[in-house]
Each structure stands twice: as structure tokens, then as C-alpha cells.
């Protein structure tokens, strides 16, 4: 007999749905599952057969062909257990097929019949929706997660014999109800309170939040750079729902959720190791998943000691900078992963970590080839896209020594936020949410100079020797100067502002 039930994998950082088609019929006893399976897919079988029985049901001894369609995508997900197993039932009879009829399942099957949570069921829920399911069969871990998505029924099962009770009119299951989550707090525990000094460091993060706007910062040792990127996060706005819910498709598809499925409401901030492969960096693999650039979208991505990076880990960041989004191209697929981040990147002026701080009691013993050949491990075209460059300088005794409390990450945040609200509505028309995302056009059209600004920015230009990109970039870094200024117009203060923070640690950008 011949039946059909639906499960789903995921592709990118979306949902797939997979027609699993079962025939069970006369011939030598076997079971096997045609359709680009993985390792997980194919080791089904022996889950599927072994939970059935667990469950107290029988199967006769026929030939069983699963197939996963559509054929030409290769399925890795062990979600798929639960509609093989419910798809092989209906074909021995056990329930009618219209039970089934716009139900989606999704859950990995224990050999005695439980059902278990698995990763991305968030981004197949959406997919369900968008494909007309009426419901959805999960585990009971993954339950807060599909109920993210409205309109779509959500049904919670603990094991495959509750299931078929179910489904056999035996017992009746109520549609899953959203349970408590854990809370995260109003505040952060990393608080620019804590940091003592570096106004001028500070006032460029600042900047930099309100515009959503790349940053190189470049200190001695102990000057505070990671204390000061660590602290970014509290001074962005919070998530739109929108943008909770793309992060959160992510995090499902990574594992990263906590354990009750919640909805991500906080910015995220990733800081990988300089060790970190340029794979994982950008994603891939042979079933491309997301890499660190993905996993920072709507949040922050931290480089401490960039030169420290591989140079093809660093080079791979151009595209994700510039377009905001990855393209992974293999040979069954070619996915786009969203890549919408901050990059804030932290160095040392040379290897010894002292040039250019004689005064504060320890001489750099670099030579000038070795700080060149350090400082070139950064290429010109990917400083070209950082738009704020700051040197980060010791702090001094009597700033650490202050009993004076520094501005809190609250009140920063209050302007920022301020700021984000005036580029929301002169950026909605474009779908676009901070001054960082416009392009060439968006910049001739919205960010007029007054013409002493305008002369200002042509001596730089001529002395500095800057790229179309560098133009580009001062402007938009002036314009979220202004804003933070009430949304004035861009004159020389602002665009004064804007070259020193270009150019502020003097790092070449040939």
C-alpha cells in the first residue's frame, strides 16, 4: 500500500519541506530510503523499525521503499524519523490518510518511541505556514519554538504511540500552549559605567551604534579595547520583531536556542578566536551551514587581534561587509546566509603591542619592517571598509584613580536610539534601518553637504588620497554625526568629525 506524509529540512537559513513517500508491498523483506539521504537520514531505518516495535505496534514483513522528495537536495535531518515512521503506519493501515492531510512532522525518534527535539524547527514552521499546513507535530521541546508562528496549529508529542493513539481517534491531544521563558534582564552586566576615560573611544562606539557603522580600534596592550567592544552591545536598540525573529531562524538552524525555544530578543555578539577556520567564519561545509558572520547578523561581530587572523579568514569578510549577505555556492546548492553585522575589530599598533607609547614606560623593539610587515597583514581593501578608525591610548592614573561614575550604557543608549529613529524614518521608503546600509544613490539623494562641508571633504579627499568608497563612507559616518545631533544638517562640524575618525590611527589604506 502506498502512503504519503510530510516532514521538513533545512536549506540555508530556511525551511524545506520533504515529501516522504512510502510503498510497503509484496517482495523480499527490506527497507530502504531512496531520495539523496544523509548518514542520519539513512540510519533511520533502524530507529524507525526499532521504535514501532517498542511502541507495541506490528508491522508485516514486506519490502519498504522510502522515498524523500524532492530527490535532487540532500536531506541530514533526524526530524525526518517521525514522518518516515508515520508515513510507514499509514501505509500498513493503521489510520486513514486524511488524518494526516496538512500535517507536517518533525521530531527524532529514541528507539523505545519518544520523541526528541531537533535543530531548525522554527524555519520549518515558517515554511509550513507559507505552504498551507494546517499543523504541526513536534517534540515537546520544540513546541515554544514552532509557536513563534501564528496561524499554524502546533501539536506537542511525547512518544510515537501517543501520536498514533491520536491519530487512530484513540485519544484526544490539545493543540500545544506556549510555556513560560526564562526572563533576561532589563540590564547588561557589561555597563560603559565600568569604563574610566576614553571619551573619545566612547564617543565613537557611540557613533558607530547609532549608524550601525564598522569600527578598527588599535591600542597598546591593557588600553581597554576588548573591555570597550565587549560593552557594545548595551548601547544598541533592541531587536524589531522582525529582525527577532531572522535571528532567531538562525540560532534554531545552529542549536543555539536556549533550552525552552524562546524568541531572541537580545542583539548578538559573537567573538570568535584568531584560530577560527575560514569556514567556519563564513559557513559552508558540504551541507553549507552558517558561519560566525551569519550567526552575528542584527548584532556585533568582534575581532580581537585581527592581524592574528589567517589572511583568507580576514579577505573572505569583503563580500559579507559590502553586501551584507554570503553567497555558499556547492555542488547541490548555492545558498545566500544574511550576514547584516557590526564588525568591531581590535589590534595591536605592532607585534610588540608599545609603538607609538614611549611615554608610558616601555620602548618598542620593533623594527620599522616588522611593524609594516604586521600592520599589512590588514589589506587596504578591507580597512577601505571599516568606516571609523580610533586609536585607543593608555589611560591615565588619575582617570583610573577617579571616584567620578562614567556615563552609563543607558544613557548612551537613550541617544542612540534617538538617532535610529530619525534614520527609520528617512530610511523606511527603502526598507533599510541605519545610515551604514545606504548605497551611492541613497547618499547623493540624502545626505546634502552645505557648501563649507563640501569644500572640506574635497581638501581631504585631494590631500588624503581616498577611494569612492571612503567618500561614500565619511558621508554616511557625518550624517549619523548629525543625527545624534537632533538630524540637522551635514555641515563641517560634522564632516570634520567624520575624516578624523577616518583617519584617526593612520593606518594606510593603499
Known amino acids: 500500500m502506498f502512503a504519503k506524509s510530510y516532514g ?22 527490506a527497507f530502504d530510503i531512496v531520495g539523496l539521504p544523509d548518514t542520519a537520514v539513512r540510519e533511520s531505518k533502524e530507529r524507525v523499525r526499532t521504535a514501532i516495535k517498542n511502541s507495541g505496534l506490528k508491522l508485516q514483513q514486506e519490502k519498504i521503499t522510502v522515498n524523500l522528495a524532492p530527490a535532487d537536495i540532500r536531506k541530514d535531518s533526524p526530524g525526518l524519523d517521525l514522518p518516515i515512521a508515520v508515513g510507514l503506519l499509514a501505509a500498513h493501515g493503521l489510520f486513514p490518510m486524511k488524518k494526516i492531510e496538512g500535517c507536517l512532522f518533525s521530531a527524532e525518534l529514541s528507539l523505545e518511541g519518544e520523541c526528541r527535539p531537533v535543530q531548525g524547527v522554527l ?29 499554524l496549529t502546533v501539536y506537542a508529542v511525547a512518544t510515537l504511540a501517543e501520536l498514533v493513539a ?35 573611544a566612547k564617543r565613537a562606539l557611540e557613533i558607530a551604534a547609532a549608524g550601525g557603522h564598522n569600527v578598527l580600534m588599535v591600542g597598546v596592550p591593557g588600553s581597554g579595547k576588548t573591555m570597550l567592544a565587549r560593552r557594545m552591545s548595551s548601547i544598541l536598540p533592541a531587536l524589531t520583531p522582525e529582525e527577532a525573529l531572522e535571528v532567531t531562524k538562525i540560532y534554531s538552524i545552529a542549536g543555539l536556542l536556549k533550552h525552552d525555544g524562546g524568541l531572541v530578543t537580545q542583539r548578538p555578539f559573537r567573538a570568535p578566536h584568531h584560530t577560527t577556520s575560514m569556514t567556519a567564519m563564513i559557513g559552508g561545509g558540504s551541507i553549507p551551514r552558517p558561519g560566525e558572520v551569519t550567526l552575528a547578523h542584527h548584532g556585533v561581530l ?16 569583503r ?19 544574511p550576514s547584516s553585522f557590526m564588525l568591531i575589530a581590535a589590534m595591536n599598533p605592532c607585534p610588540c603591542g608599545y609603538h607609538g607609547d ?11 619592517g616588522e611593524i609594516k610587515r604586521y600592520t599589512r597583514k590588514i589589506s587596504g581593501p578591507l580597512l577601505d571598509r571599516i568606516d571609523i578608525h580610533i586609536r585607543v591610548p593608555r589611560v591615565e592614573y588619575k582617570e583610573l584613580a577617579s571616584r567620578e561614575q562614567a556615563e552609563p550604557s543607558s544613557a548612551i543608549r537613550a541617544r542612540v536610539e534617538a538617532a535610529r529613529e530619525i534614520q527609520h524614518e528617512r530610511l523606511k521608503p527603502y526598507g533599510i534601518y541605519s545610515n551604514a546600509q545606504m548605497n551611492h544613490a541613497m547618499i547623493q539623494r540624502l545626505c546634502p553637504l552645505e557648501d563649507t562641508a563640501q569644500q572640506l571633504l574635497q581638501a581631504a579627499f585631494e590631500k588624503m588620497h581616498l ?29 570634520g568629525e567624520a575624516i578624523k575618525l577616518r583617519n584617526d590611527v593612520g593606518l594606510s589604506l593603499e
Open 8 to 29: 521538513a529540512a533545512t536549506l540555508g537559513v530556511d525551511g524545506l519541506i520533504i515529501d516522504v513517500e512510502v510503498d510497503a508491498g509484496y517482495g523480499l523483506p
Open 123 to 151: 524555519p520549518m514552521a515558517i515554511a509550513a505556514k507559507e505552504q498551507g499546513f494546517r499543523a504541526i507535530f513536534v517534540a515537546p521541546a520544540n513546541a515554544n519554538e514552532a509557536l513563534l508562528v501564528q496561524g
Open 166 to 200: 491520536f491519530l487512530k481517534g484513540e485519544k484526544e491531544l490539545a493543540p500545544a500552549a506556549a510555556q513560560p521563558v526564562s526572563s533576561e534582564g532589563p540590564g547588561w552586566t557589561d555597563d560603559f559605567a565600568d569604563v574610566q576615560g576614553q571619551f573619545a
Open 302 to 317: 568582534f575581532l580581537d587581534e585581527l592581524p592574528e587572523f589567517g589572511k583568507s579568514t580576514l579577505e573572505v569578510l
Open 319 to 337: 563580500q559579507p561587509l559590502e553586501d551584507r549577505e554570503i553567497l555558499v555556492s556547492r555542488v547541490h546548492a548555492s545558498l545566500k546566509f
Open 358 to 368: 614611549e611615554s608610558g614606560g616601555h620602548q618598542c623593539e620593533c623594527t620599522p
Open 467 to 495: 577611494s569612492a568608497r571612503s567618500y561614500d563612507r565619511i558621508i554616511k559616518v557625518a550624517r549619523t554625526v548629525a543625527d545624534l545631533a537632533g538630524g540637522g544638517p551635514i555641515g563641517p562640524r560634522e564632516i
